[in-house]
């Protein structure tokens, strides 16, 4: 293998932290080579000079635009970029193969084009690796890891100290909302679970995190709950909550983005699923502990399960994070 390799994925937070795996096996084989990653922009900066890429740059660059049109003329500095790569893996949707076919133009020899598209049966993170096998590489740990910066985990502090939270206060982390409103929890229950963990873990604080999509159920639970010892925090790039996460006692949330970076980050997580399976999208660490619903629907969790089971995980599986007892 050459000394330079291009992994190109565009999709949702989520879909890129599956792809971590397929990232670390190529920088297993082939130890020597620089990785980059076209990508989003505020997703792949949770893996720039953190492990997984030397550089990223920007997938949704309006200088790019010619690369999938057949008859465009692709940009210059684009071409000879990519002509600078040995190897380009790529997960764009690109059933015609334009992309791919502007990508030869540029003098590259060696694509492999995976799907991002996943099927049911197999975890995710196998089924993104499967291409490599081409290379003769293949995933046996379908775990996804993330690691933050100093300078991450730096500002993850300076963060908590502004809603009074210290290396010495306990804390658990909610993420209450979802991009789907099929796989989010209601806002109903998530103010419920609160009050019962507020009034039964009375040393811990509570942190609900969240971006602009879950702006009402944030907002829903600001309106409900009034307690020195809950806090929000929102709108943080994805490299500092990563680091916040990795801080956290535990960590409750859906098949969300979020979700695979509180687990690849390493903290105890507490996943509720109703209509996707969590053999396929569920982050694969021992640290993960997923509640499903039996009927797929999220509202049929009810309060009174979900704590009870919460309630057992924190104390029996979290329980000796950071030496914490109960």
Known sequence: MSDKILLIRGGAVGDFILTLPTVALLRQGFPKARVEILGRPHIVQLVEGRYYAEKTLDLDSPSLSGFFCPDAKPDYPWTNYFSGFQQIISYLYDPDEVFTRNLYRCGVHRIIQGSPKIQAGRHAAFQLAQPLESLGLFLRDPAARLFPSESDRQSAHNVLHTKAISDNNPFIVIHPGSGSQRKTWPATHWRNFCLDFLRTFSQFSIL??????????????????????????????LPILAAVLSKTSAYAGHDTGISHIAAAVGAPCFLLYGPTDPRVWAP?????????????????LSTKTVFGAFEFFLTTYAGSRNGFSY
């Open 208 to 237: 609900c995190v969240g971006g602009e999509s879950d702006k009402l159920a944030l907002d829903f639970l600001r309106n409900q709950l009034h307690s020195s010892r809950l806090a929000f925090l929102e709108h943080l790039s």
């Open 284 to 300: 694969a660490h021992p640290t993960v502990h997923v509640l499903t619903s039996s009927t797929g629907m999220m509202e049929d």
